[in-house]
Each structure stands twice: as structure tokens, then as C-alpha cells.
């Protein structure tokens, strides 16, 4: 078979070819295929970042707007993809990439994410995925079992019932914590009302004003969309304040809550982080499942990135109390090194998600085992296979030691951050993430005697320093670190900016750590840096 092209002059029989798996000589799609292979394991070895090509001069590769006339042949659009796209890619998996929560993925992710292309199959329905949908529910299972550890009884009672669905399986956290505070909005406004009638009828029958959800300031911007998408408003997504290492002040939470319900208006829920996005610091899940009782209102966790952290014997202390949430988000494509597009959100009743059923006449029936009629997403791909190979495969043990080696890489990365003279730790491990910046011994000595209006200043002349550095370091292309901007507790609570750490990946050595600070330290003597410094000085006196 020859390299395949819809003839322009396309006649049905040579664009059915481009459906069919050739039959004898495969050679030419099997070159393809083993050129498209080399170039991806060229890539994926890569150990540095890469230096970032301008972005206009990558865009000349994507100008057109044009759809071809004429079609290409596989072989030589492959070059251009190769060239074009996948050689100015970022590398993610790089072991000095470590300001995402992006991370290398185990081999077999590869070859088993063909399955999912090659069978197509559509997790809306079973007549569309059969096998794919117990293999879903069971991984929904596990995961629930991963939180709430209920019993075998539980399990064999709901993991396949027909009715119910111990959680939605979705393209990630933010389409997750939709679908909790969907449930809980519908669960709070009476069943289907709100469904049906829309949230004003369903506001006037209850005799409710308005409705707002509580969350740390902290909470990650996809709740701000769920309020946005729910009705509920951006203005009625509450951000309380947090304490100096970064928790949702529940007391704070407990007397706005009150005072909101004076006024009359209804408390959907409150959200607890477990491991906020910026600061992986995690609120007392305790206390706000307590607070969630007393208000009775639905508790949701965002454990989009941290929940993995329950594999570990040693470290899933810190979530303690998550088992009380009503509902839980956890992302798979982050810390179960699954590829992008797998995050799930778990009910603790699977009642609770019966508040967002819908059904339809020709696919998910009432009483059939589809999927679909409990999740936002209509069509879905089998996604879940790929968690199911890193439960499988990594299993409860594997994932227990990448989670704890993450753990102790950052404590010692911490360590090292504390003890170099130039480098300030601002924000202090609790899951695998961390916030510091460059602020040599005598700018933090100074600083530690300043007055809140010397300190905001130099702290302004620091925050152009890290941005200057950080932004000079992803373009070098060496190593990786983002940058965020948290309340400094030490600065009056100033806002600062810091870099950003995330060690997940598993190929981060002690020595590629060691290398991001040096390559850091090396370009403070960049006369930019120095001139900064130098105006730190004359306002330190
Ligand atoms: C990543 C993240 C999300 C959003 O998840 P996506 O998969 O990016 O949609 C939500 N909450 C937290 C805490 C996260 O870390």
C-alpha cells in the first residue's frame, strides 16, 4: 500500500482506503508510524527544558485559515507535525521542568493510550463501550474505596447499579468540581426543580435570595466558573481568608456563613482544598466537614492534585477528614500519572448524584448501566482504561513510593533552600510544593527590621526580581520553576511573588534541584538583577 492521499480528484474507493488497516504491504504507514516513534523517544529524552523558540516565529507554521484544497500525503504532513509542532513542544516530562504539576508518564501509557484511539469507544452508553463501562464503574469504585474505604457490601451493592454511579468520570478537576456543585446546587433547590423549572422558579418556591458556596482564597478558578455556570454568581463564591500557612480560617468561614444565612441567603456548600493549586496547603477537613454539619450544607473537597496523596501510609494523614465530604475531586492526570484528560469527582452517597440525572429516549435509558446520565460531558473516550493501568500496573505500593520519594525530595530541596544564604523559603512544604525566592542574606536581614512601608518596597523591587529571573530561566531552557503571588505572614502580609516548585516527577534528581538554584544564583549577577539590588539597598539605607 502506498502512502495515502484523498486524491483530490477523490473518488469514494481511495478515501475508503484511509478506514481500512492495510492489508499486505503496510510499509509505508509502518515507516510513518516508526518515524513518528523515534522522533517522540528523541523528544521525550531530552533531560533539559529547551530553550523556548520565539512564539510569532512558531505561529508562520499555523497562519492560514484556509482548510487545503488539495490533500497532503501522511508522510509529509508527519514531517511538518514533526517539525512544526512536536519539536517545539515544551518538554513536560523534563526532570528540571518542575513549576507544573505536568510530569513524565510511566512507558506504558503509550502503547495502551492506542487502544483507546483504535476502539473508539463512547463511555456515554454501553451500546457504545460495553466492557469500557464496567471497567469505568470499577475504577469509580476503587477510587471511592480509595476515600471512603467502605466495605466489600458497599461496593457489590452500587460499583454496577443500574441506578446510580459512585462518581462522574471526566476530562478533569474542573469539569469534576462542576459536577459536585451541580449536584449540590440541585440537591439544595429540591431534587429536579431547579432542572426543571430554572434557578428563579425554584429560588421563589423555597423562598430563597441567593446562594453562595465558601472556599479559602485560595480555591483554584475553576470554582469560580461552576459559580459562574451554576447561577450562583462569581460574586457568591465567598473567599475566606487563610492562616499563615495558608488554610481557609474556618472560624472566619463559620461567622460569614452565619451572617449570610441572616440575610437569607442559602449556603450551597463549603469547599475544603485538599492541596491548594499554588501552595499545596491543605484546609482542616475536619473542621469544615464540623462547620458543613452545623450549616447543613453539602461539603465538597478539591483534592484535584493532592488526593493521590492517600496512597501513602505515611503522608495521607494530612487529609485527614476527607472521608466526611459529600463529594471529592480528584484528578488522575495529575499525581497518577495519567495522560491529560482524566479527572473524577466521587460522591460518598451515591444518591447525591441522582440530583443530576437526565435521560433521553434513544441513549441512557432509565434503569440501563450508561454512564452518561451522570456526567456534564456527553460523549466520552475510555480514558478510564489508562487509570485502570496505573492502578493495575503501579498498583497501591507503587504509587505509596512515588508519592513519599516526592515527599522527601521536597524536604530536602526545602533544606537546601534554607540553609543557601541567597535563597529565601517563603512558602513551607506540605504536600510536594513550595514557595521561595532569591533575596540574598543581606536583603532578608534588612527586611527582617524593616517597617511595613520599607518592606513594601523593597518587596516590589523583589517581586520585579523574581519575574526577571524566572522569566530569564524558561527561556534559557536549563531547568523550570513557575511563579505565583501568596500573602508573605513574615511581610506584614504583603503580597509577594515566588517561585513555584512542584516536585512530581519522578526523574527529579538532588542534583538537577541543586542545578535550578545554581542556574539561578547565576543569573542574580545579570547587571538587570544587580540594578535592582542596588535600589534595594538605598531603600533599606
Ligand atoms: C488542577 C486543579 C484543578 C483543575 O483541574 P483541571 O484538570 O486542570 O481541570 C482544580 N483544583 C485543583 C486544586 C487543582 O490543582
Redesign the pocket.
Known amino acids: 500500500m502506498a502512502d495515502i492521499k484523498g486524491q483530490a480528484e477523490a473518488n469514494l474507493y481511495s478515501l475508503q482506503r484511509i478506514f481500512t488497516i492495510p492489508e499486505s504491504s503496510g510499509a509505508t504507514l509502518a515507516q510513518i508510524d516508526a518515524e513518528i516513534s523515534t522522533n517522540l523517544d528523541g523528544f521525550l529524552s531530552e533531560r533539559i527544558v529547551a530553550s523556548e523558540k520565539d512564539l510569532t516565529e512558531i505561529e508562520s507554521a499555523f497562519s492560514s485559515p484556509h482548510i487545503p484544497d488539495q490533500p497532503f500525503y501522511v508522510s509529509g504532513y508527519t514531517d511538518f507535525i514533526l517539525n512544526h509542532l512536536v519539536a517545539q513542544s515544551v518538554h513536560t516530562a523534563a526532570p528540571g521542568f518542575i513549576g507544573h504539576?505536568t510530569s513524565a508518564l510511566p512507558y506504558f501509557m503509550l502503547p495502551l493510550s492506542k487502544i483507546v484511539t483504535a476502539l473508539n469507544q463512547n463511555l456515554v452508553k454501553v451500546e457504545t463501550s460495553k466492557a469500557f463501562t464496567p471497567l469505568e464503574r470499577q475504577v469509580l469504585g476503587m477510587l471511592h474505596g480509595l476515600i471512603y474505604n467502605a466495605d466489600d457490601v458497599f461496593y457489590e451493592q452500587w460499583m454496577h447499579n443500574s441506578n446510580h454511579a459512585l462518581g462522574a468520570f471526566c476530562s478533569?478537576?474542573?469539569v469534576a468540581?462542576i459536577t459536585a456543585l451541580w449536584a449540590a446546587r440541585n440537591h439544595l433547590l429540591g431534587e429536579q426543580a431547579v432542572a426543571r423549572q430554572g434557578l428563579y422558579g425554584a429560588m421563589a418556591e423555597k423562598g430563597i435570595k441567593g446562594m453562595a458556596i465558601l472556599v479559602s482564597k485560595r480555591g483554584?478558578y475553576?470554582l469560580a466558573k461552576a459559580a459562574d455556570l451554576l447561577g450562583i454568581g462569581r460574586d457568591n463564591l465567598i473567599a475566606i481568608d487563610t492562616d499563615d500557612n495558608y488554610r481557609v480560617k474556618v472560624d472566619e468561614m463559620r461567622i460569614k456563613a452565619e451572617e449570610l444565612q441572616q440575610q437569607g441567603i442559602a449556603i450551597l456548600g463549603i469547599v475544603g482544598?485538599g492541596?491548594?493549586?499554588e501552595t499545596g496547603s491543605v484546609d482542616d477537613l475536619q473542621a469544615l466537614s464540623a462547620l458543613s454539619k452545623d450549616i447543613g450544607c453539602h461539603f465538597h473537597v478539591?483534592a484535584?492534585?493532592g488526593g493521590a496523596t492517600l496512597f501513602s501510609n505515611k503522608h495521607r494523614n494530612r487529609l485527614k477528614g476527607i472521608e466526611l465530604a459529600d463529594s471529592v475531586?480528584i484528578?488522575a492526570?495529575?499525581q497518577f500519572y495519567v495522560p491529560m484528560g482524566a479527572?473524577m469527582v466521587l460522591f460518598k452517597d451515591p444518591e447525591q448524584l441522582s440530583s443530576i440525572e437526565h435521560h433521553a429516549e434513544y441513549i441512557i435509558r432509565e434503569g440501563s448501566k450508561d454512564l452518561g446520565s451522570h456526567t456534564l460531558e456527553g460523549s466520552r473516550p475510555g480514558m478510564a482504561l489508562l487509570v485502570h493501568a496505573g492502578l493495575n500496573i503501579i498498583g497501591r505500593k507503587g504509587y505509596e513510593l512515588l508519592i513519599d520519594q516526592g515527599m522527601d525530595k521536597i524536604h530536602y530541596f526545602a533544606g537546601m533552600i534554607k540553609w543557601h544564604k541567597d535563597f529565601e523559603l517563603v512558602v513551607e512544604p506540605e504536600l510536594n510544593i513550595l514557595g521561595y525566592r532569591y533575596a540574598p542574606e543581606w536583603v532578608q536581614a534588612g527586611l527582617a527590621q524593616a517597617s511595613a512601608e520599607v518592606a513594601e518596597k523593597v518587596n516590589v523591587c523583589l517581586d520585579r526580581m523574581t519575574q526577571l529571573i524566572q522569566k530569564t530561566q524558561r527561556s534559557d531552557g536549563k531547568t523550570f520553576v513557575s511563579r505565583t503571588r501568596v500573602d508573605a505572614p513574615n511581610y506584614y502580609h504583603q503580597v509577594i511573588t515566588v517561585f513555584r516548585v512542584v516536585l512530581a516527577n519522578p526523574l527529579t534528581s538532588q542534583k538537577v534541584l541543586g542545578s535550578v538554584l545554581d542556574e539561578q544564583q547565576e543569573l542574580a549577577k545579570h547587571k538587570d538583577i544587580q540594578d535592582i539590588l542596588a535600589e534595594i539597598k538605598q531603600h533599606l539605607g
Request: glycine fraction near 22%; charge should be negative; avoid cysteine.
Open positions: 504539576m478533569g478537576g474542573t468540581n483554584h475553576s482544598l492541596g491548594a493549586t478539591d484535584a492534585w475531586t484528578d492526570h495529575k479527572g
